[in-house]
T-cell receptor, first 111, second 111 residues
């Protein structure tokens, strides 16, 4: 099957530190998406990437669509307590294929 | 603009019963997606409806079914409930297949 490998599974960081997480796939895809889910809520779309090499920022968040089209990275700079949550990557293969999500990276920020 | 809404927020059923979950998409969105998120797990794709028709279905048994109404709202029905059906059920809507916006979810508990 077309699986996504998301790492790390969890991270404990100090407030103010930078964070990096990534997703890899065995296949090439057209679109990568990054979501954040806070406890008791649905995932919120953070960044969408549409072409290889694309680098997109949303405030302190920066995501990149890998050149090989098989991976994507999400970086968070100068983390703050409200960054706590689970970050999911997702990929879209086109047509009537559904989004496939990674298993998530659980981020904890220690003040 | 109102986001995706889901009802009820919580639902408690006993094994063997049926559950009906409801979703209203963002105004103008024609596609509705259903996902199951079991405790500690990622998002598993259930169903995708667009313009009233089922476009794709995840690897779930036939007792998971649904429909989309002319106003694009949707229902998810789960028959013959089993204990392992206990999960957060998330609905998302989109105008195009990849940028999906999620509701807060319905927490289904089967006892």
């Amino acid at each position: 099957g077309q699986q996504l490998n998301q790492s790390p599974q969890s991270m404990f960081i100090q407030e103010g530190e930078d964070v990096s997480m990534n997703c890899t796939s065995s296949s090439i895809f057209n679109t990568w998406l990054w979501y954040k889910q806070e406890p008791g809520e649905g995932p919120v779309l953070l960044i969408a990437l549409y072409k290889a090499g694309e680098l997109t920022s949303n405030g302190r968040l920066t995501a990149q669509f890998g050149i090989t089209r098989k991976d994507s990275f999400l970086n968070i700079s100068a983390s703050i307590p409200s960054d706590v949550g689970i970050y999911f990557c997702a990929r879209y293969g086109g047509g009537n294929t559904p989004l496939v999500f990674g298993k998530g990276t659980r981020l904890s920020v220690i003040a | 603009e109102a986001g995706v809404t889901q009802s009820p927020t919580h639902l408690i059923k006993t094994r063997g019963q049926q559950a009906t979950l409801r979703c209203s998409p963002i105004s103008g969105h024609t596609s509705v997606y259903w996902y199951q998120q079991a405790l500690g797990l990622g998002l598993q794709f259930l169903l995708w409806y667009d313009e009233g028709e089922e476009r794709n279905r995840g690897n779930f048994p036939p007792r998971f079914s649904g429909r989309q109404f002319p106003n694009y709202s949707s229902e998810l029905n789960v028959n013959a409930l089993e204990l392992e059906d206990s999960a957060l059920y998330l609905c998302a809507s989109s105008l195009v297949g990849y940028e999906q916006y999620f509701g807060p979810g319905t927490r289904l508990t089967v006892t």
